[in-house]
């Protein structure tokens, strides 16, 4: 076993580089790199226009079981793997999402990876980071208090006080800001009605920038936002409230993409970090562009388990943008898979073989799904000190039965050193191009099917229940135009089934669409299954009370 | 008449140089800049504290008389000096304060100067410069959810909440905010109250973060901030929820100065901007006193006209920081001395000496106030293309009667060549070492009295009246510790006295103190005094919807 200082520790006594070097190592002239301090830089977009049409490298997925308390290091693993391979001489970049400010106040600390496999400079990256959160947050409430304007001075568009569906957004965990009446105070503050507060990785407009291939892009999308309704229903758009010029104004410097550095200085981009269930959840499309045009290997990850993250990271984000991953590594843990099992979280410390053959019908059917994207599969087994040799064998053959390779990793403790038998494989498996990536369902299939193949195919569920006003919204959206958009599913990420607590790998069950929304901006129809919270609360005794200065001058309570 | 583009055409035509040319200039080593972008930087730290113990520079303060819808061009001089005093050979530093955000959506368009005397990049500067406003948004908001976060989990601390007075924080002009009552929605949401947002620059957070002197003075400021009361009215502090380490960390970076350069590519330090009536309205403690030992001279600028603005500068935030100014210049305009002489806005154009000289009587009790703060002065007319000769005849001789010179300065149209004049008797003010600064009051003065000290010699009103509960509120916080704290004033800024209507010199006016409140953390009592707004609202046609990027990619309506 080894001893592994904490997180912050660890960055602190990174060796970085100036970020022009990182930026160097990979072509990019100084001049095209905007700093953010000596160790952060955004891309320029003259840079970026100037990459396309060259030859792109290999795209490679990271994704993982279904979440438990038991943590899976997905983004440790991707950081890991971006250091193996440049280990084993090949040019990789990462891309992740952007942490979000709000979490890392509750329990969750920081987001930037762990152990020797991080991105630094983690303080930054988890904190303010170059802006972009606060630009997004900026650029979403912009157009709210435009809406209320308008409506102050007369409401000439006729807008439906009551089918505003365009609320607040703050970088915050802020459970009281979820709802709330006002404008209070009379004729001068305006119109009182029902709203509140999302929290900002919840923003449609967090959606777009990831979704947006330039500034163009962007300011169209913007435009293209329903903020609400009138009475007869028709749309109201953020271009009929001409907000879509100055929020694109607002996000010229989020839209370029943020470049850092491992602990091993191998080049990361960390750029948008939109929400994975209402949202795609995956970093942004213009960051993945410019590392496929920068690195022979890229290596990106999508939200929660692969059944929420991997489907929409294909069935949305590379059917939009074009890309075709080349193989997908999933991502699983001895403990995870024992609580799919069926052990409790303190008991996890305790050799279960039995328990872990159990839980790998979790990993199996993940296996499966990724490959009726026609993606080839390896899985990394994320170690921790508590695993014993006959756990880690038994996810080996179980994986072995499926034609999958289970590979051990160390990178949490070891950094690159420690994953170099993934990275060969996973060299092996996108060099041999048995990638034959394509997504679920074709454009053309109605709403409502596509929300049914998903069911079927990724959650194996035996049904898809909805109300008839559902159904009617779905096909009114057809009727408008907005028929050809893919899906994007709200379910719990703890289970395939809308039931958090129904862990391994259920089937049959049913799935109730509660509720359907239109962002047109971002360019997805989402379909709410069960409960989803979009603005998080703060614990009893939350992270924010321990972050701060210690005698050093350095802050302790990021982790 | 010279024919002057509009403000963002100029700036976009600067011949900007590289920060780190900027920064050598002033001695600061390229390690101790910390870049954003290539033309905008903080200084670090540990340069600032290496910078104490050396000599300080001289300090001038740039006000003007009451603010008009004409426009005085208050900041427009005070970049305008400092390059008049470059251009004349002398070492000098502008320190500037930072604009907000939600005011550019408004009518006001940007804030950095204006024609040939402005900071650059301009753009930037007017919309997320480099994040200290947003980073004080969020350690604002953080705070907040705190409290709330607080009161959900068991109320330990047995906080009133009808006695909160801590409300939330956004950067945008956003009426719709002001007033509300939530959470709503139930158990799992919180217990509903009224609340509400204020603009950024007015949360106490902007002021601790302009008067404190470093890291450590900020965190202890922030745990003083009295969040709201028990019902024994006993004060609950930000420390008690322990919010005063992460709001620390989260204001790291914002505390470090932002180095940015003139048109002329002279240094200017733009930090900090609290609003000037419920906050002392001047640029931050840290980024004056680093000009000071890095200039021989450093021109700043106080909010409004000097009855509110320059009276600050002086009781609050010299008095605190212990800063010595040796001179003062009053910007005046024909236009506004017109309107202030009763003339209509339309009328302006056409010359009205007999206004002028009316309206001189506000130039002249501003003049005489600064001198009761032992500081010479000198009268800054700044030029518009309308002003007739004999108009500008009129304003020198009352002035010379006032024993004051007032100089014509052109530099919105010629750059610092205009303004010559006015940077050698500044310098000859400034070196003939006449001022003998010393505040309006002092300490020991019970707060009542300190309130009817400004009303008396400054706004020159003939009572003070208050409700019994204000003077015994006064009290009471004098018997808890708080009696040797600064008095800061809200009243509109429009005139010398509580009525906006009442231009001029009125005299013997009411000033009737509707509320007060503790700013413990910022070490001030604000008195209230009409109506203040800490709020703004859009106009019916607001400036968002007119910017955007132009055909060329360039940012329009920025003005």
Redesign the interface.
């Known amino acids: 076993m080894v001893d592994v200082p904490s997180d912050i520790e660890i960055a602190r006594t990174a060796h970085k580089k100036p970020i022009f070097d990182i930026g160097q190592r990979l072509g990019i002239p100084q ?1 095209d790199l ?5 160790d952060k830089a955004k891309v320029s977009s003259q840079f970026l226009a100037g990459q396309k049409g060259g030859p792109d490298g290999r795209l490679i997925l990271v994704t993982a079981i279904n979440p438990t308390p038991a943590g899976e290091g997905k983004t440790t693993t991707t950081v890991g793997l971006g250091d193996g391979l440049n280990r084993i001489g090949k040019r990789a970049v990462i891309c992740l999402r952007e942490p979000s ?1 709000g979490p890392c ?1 509750g329990v969750k600390g920081g987001a930037a990876g762990g152990g020797y496999a991080q991105v630094v400079p983690m303080e930054d990256i988890n ?2 980071f170059t ?1 972009d959160f ?2 997004i ?2 650029a979403h ?2 157009l ?3 809406i ?2 308008h409506i ?2 007369g409401n000439g568009l006729d807008i439906d006080l009551r089918r505003i569906t365009w609320r ?1 957004a ?16 009379g004729v ?3 119109f009182p009605r ?1 709203t ?1 507060f999302d929290i900002t990785v919840a923003s449609e407009v967090m959606a777009i920038l990831c979704l947006a291939s330039d ?1 163009q892009d962007l ?1 169209r999308r913007l435009g293209d936002i329903i903020i609400g309704y009138r009475r007869d229903r028709s749309a109201v758009f953020a271009r009929d ?6 929020m ?3 996000l ?2 989020a839209m370029l993409p943020n470049l850092v550095q491992t602990l091993e200085n191998n080049p990361a981009f960390v750029h948008g970090g939109p929400f994975a269930n209402i949202a795609h959840g995956c970093n942004s499309v213009v960051a993945t562009r410019a590392a496929l045009k920068l690195g022979d290997y890229v290596v990106t990850e999508a939200g929660f388990g692969a059944d929420l993250g991997a489907e929409k990271f294909f069935d949305i984000k590379c059917r939009k943008a074009g890309l075709s991953p080349a193989a997908a590594v999933v991502v699983a843990t001895i403990r995870a898979l024992k609580m799919n099992g069926g052990v409790a979280k303190s008991d996890l410390s305790q050799e279960n073989v039995a328990a872990v053959q159990r839980g790998c019908a979790n990993l199996g059917r993940h296996i499966e799904n990724i490959q009726k994207f026609g993606i080839p599969v390896v899985v990394a087994i994320n170690h921790f000190s508590s695993d014993t040799l006959s756990e880690v064998e038994a996810v080996r053959v179980y994986a072995q039965n499926l034609g999958v390779e289970a590979i051990l990793c160390r990178h949490w403790a070891e950094g690159s050193a420690g994953i170099e038998d993934l990275a060969y494989k996973v060299v092996e498996l996108a060099d041999s191009e048995t990638a034959s990536f394509q997504p679920l369902y074709a454009d053309e299939l109605p709403l409502f099917e596509k929300i049914e193949t998903v069911a079927r195919e990724i959650y194996r569920a035996g049904e898809v229940v909805a109300d008839r006003s559902v159904r009617e919204q779905l096909t009114a959206w057809e009727a408008q135009g907005y028929g050809h958009l893919p899906v994007c599913i709200a379910k719990t990420q703890y289970s395939f089934s809308t039931d958090p607590t129904l862990l391994g790998a259920p089937k049959g069950h049913v799935v109730p669409v509660r509720e359907v929304r239109l962002n047109a901006g971002a360019g997805f129809v989402v379909a709410i299954t069960g409960e989803i919270r979009t603005m998080p ?2 614990p ?1 005794s ?1 992270a ?6 210690n005698q050093a ?1 350095h ?1 302790e ?1 990021l982790f």
């Open positions: 001049a905007v700093p953010y301090g000596h400010l106040f904190l303010h802006g606060h630009a947050t900026s409430n912009l709210a208090a435009m209320d304007n102050y001075w607040r703050m970088d915050m965990n802020d459970r009281a800001l979820r709802q709330s009446v006002g404008p209070l105070g001068s503050n305006g029902e509140g500034l300011e409230l001409k907000a879509d010029g100055a694109a104004v607002l010229k410097d609360g703060l009893r939350p924010a009370e321990r972050i701060r200065f001058g802050v309570g």
